[in-house]
């Protein structure tokens, strides 16, 4: 079977064009990257529309971090990288043995998941907890912002008719919010009530989902007023500021005084959302950490024991992830398309998408760069 | 019988006092620890009054001598409206002598009879679920108020007791308290009885969870501990294999223990950074660290260790109903055959401070002690 981010390469191939990360604050537009070669149970994609991540900001302000700087155990690159895991586009090549669901010029979505498809994780069916796993736009094997990339059958996935490839660049970033939300007990819960700390691109993904599955009140923690308001935008029917209101004795009052939500989303990542978030979560509650940090943290265990409350931390997401996405787009019950905030040229990635992404990230959910004008 | 539903109303009327005077264990602050003589309670309507045989000395005890108050209040506790000095003991089983009016006719004089200490309200959200262990005032009998196992004689609630079994010795039954904490952690983990496991410390209830995992058949039970005694302790009690974190390498030995992926669920029963950091990376992907223990600090915590293999975290407190019936029933059927050989000392209640506290806290004896309150007592 193909391996996600194990690709072979054509040096006989006219090069191709892509934006490649070097490392701490070090971007470069390259036309002489060598095309990848579709392979059997592979398939081409030419990328459309691919979304700028807050993890490619990170690594571009003090990576690499998640980018190897020795030979990746499955895709063998290291830095320099191709950038884009969250990306959309067209199928332009079908290789041997692809299921006869697949045809060329079809619109579709790349699940940028590396793993090594033999390690424990991966045996239990969490690819996404691989110890060898990686993302193509961040671990190598290409990414979103170039001509071609190269994947197995298994992470292409056709886009529904009725969304537009723009869109189609938004699934990776609410496929985040799916699993977290497949990995918490909403399923198991009447008339849940939720709590999102933080209402930034993934906040505001996990708000949306949560009312796609059912959720009977969503709460938005979050200090920055543009924020706040894409927040109630895409569905969070109460929002607190955590600045002004103590969030653990409102979210208590807001869900009915007796007790506080039944599901905490940290969508933060900071220690103040950490102890907020056990501090707010019902006895035998969860809170679900969706954030990556960027150091150790203060915790204190008796914020969870007393009330027997469980944190866990998902990582990712799944095929079924991105299937779950793609039919509530279909279905129309995640409307994300004002998550895009602007779309620019790959040549411009670093001025008009990392720089406004950075400094005035309040007015800005999701960039996207449109692969079809950056050529 | 009415039981320790949670979602019901309860009465928390304090014992009516009498003229009469007893003996007791109390608690009046750090390091100060009197036998002494107070009022004998009167067993009021719905209450039992129990004449205490057998009574364990807990880790919860001895932080309260040494550091504490902590858990026992200082102002009105907001259900019992004691503060201290305080009646010890919440690890105890006894005989009834009295019964109050209304209680069910199923009890007789002279039963043999364990307690549950939980105090709770009844009506708080945790309670309204049926968690009366997280209810938002709790306390503990022997703790919080209402007196407790040190004492010739003590009167609670009829929710807090339990009946037992003819083959359940008195002295074993005292040992239920500290079996429930770790019968109820491995209840509410995500424990299967395939599942390799980790235990963090060989003290009373490190052994606990080692005792309620061997009764559900576990196939491998590590426990890291460093002393040389509870290490064999945790053999005794059904650990596979003892780990020694001084000499080895936890994470290491527990993934090449379990085929490279790691353990399943471990407990965390020492409550040290440098174990919980150790427990982290032993437990595999999707796997749970379980924290039973009491932190007095802040840990610091990398939240990535978590995010990259979806680890869990879960905190477990005390027991809750139907955990005492199932260790009961577990001792009375053989599951927990090796639980009375946690009992490594026998005193008497005039004893306690010089040979239970002093002995347990100076590391003579590093496991549950009990406290012969009644000499000659027939099981």
Known sequence: MAVPGQVATDSSAKPMRAARFYGKEEIQIKDDIPRPVCGEGQIKVEPAFVGICGTDLHEYLGGPNFSPTSPHPVTNEQCPITIGHEFSGTVKEIGKGVSDKFRVGQKVVVQPTVYCASCGACKVGAENACSSGGFIGLSGAGGGMSEEVVMPEISIMALPPNIDLDVGALVEPLAVAWHAVDASPIADIKEPKCLVMGGGPIGLAVIQVLNARGAKLVICSEVAKKRQEFATEFGAHHVVDPSKEDVVARSLEICGGVNGPDIVFDCAGVPASVKASCNAVKSRGTVVNVAIFEKEIPFNPMWLTFREANYKSVLGYQRKDYLGVLDALGKGTIKPASMITGKIKMQDLVKEGYMPLIHEKDKHVKILVDMKASM | ?379
């Open chain 2, 1 to 379: 019988m009415s039981t320790q539903d949670g979602n019901n109303a309860v009465e928390n009327t304090p014992a009516p006092k009498s003229d009469k005077q007893m003996r007791a264990v109390r608690f009046h602050g750090k390091e100060d620890l009197r036998f002494e003589d107070i009022e004998e309670p009167k067993c009021g309507a719905g209450q039992i009054k129990i004449v205490p045989a057998w009574c364990g000395i807990c880790g919860t005890d001895l932080h309260e001598y040494m550091g504490g108050p902590n858990l026992c209040p200082t102002t009105p506790h907001p259900i019992t409206g004691e503060n201290v000095p305080l009646t010890f003991g919440h690890e105890f089983a006894g005989r009834i002598e009295e019964l109050g009016e209304g209680v069910s006719e199923s009890w007789k004089v002279g039963d043999r009879v364990v307690v549950q200490p939980i105090i709770y309200d009844g009506d708080c959200g945790a309670c309204q679920d049926g968690l009366i262990n997280c209810c938002t005032n709790n306390g503990f009998i022997g703790l919080s108020g209402w007196g407790g196992g040190l004492a010739e004689h003590i009167v609670v609630p009829e929710y807090a007791v339990y009946p037992l079994p003819n083959n359940v010795p008195l002295d074993v039954a005292a040992l239920v308290e500290p079996l429930a904490v770790g019968w109820h952690a491995v209840n509410i983990s995500p424990f299967k009885p395939t599942d390799s496991v980790l235990v963090l410390g060989g003290g009373p209830i490190g052994l606990a969870v080692v005792q309620a995992l061997r009764a559900r058949g576990c196939p491998q039970i590590f426990v890291s501990e460093v002393s040389a005694m509870r290490k064999q302790y945790a053999s005794d009690f059904g650990a596979h294999i003892v780990l020694d974190p001084t000499k080895e390498d936890i994470v290491a030995r527990c993934r090449e223990l379990c085929g490279g992926s790691g353990v399943h669920v471990a407990f965390d029963c020492a409550g040290v950074q440098q174990g919980m950091d150790q427990a982290i990376l032993a437990v595999r992907a999707r796997g749970t660290l379980v924290n039973i223990a009491i932190w007095d600090k802040h840990v610091k915590l990398w939240p990535n260790d978590f995010n990259f293999r979806e680890r869990g975290y879960m905190g477990v407190a005390t027991y809750v109903k139907g955990d005492y019936e199932e260790v009961i029933k577990a001792i009375s059927d053989g599951r927990l055959d090796k639980c009375h050989k946690m009992i490594t000392k026998r005193i008497e209640l005039d004893q306690v401070l010089d040979e239970g506290f002093m002995t347990l806290i100076n590391g003579t004896f590093s496991d549950e002690q009990n406290l012969d309150r009644d000499i000659g007592d027939t099981y």
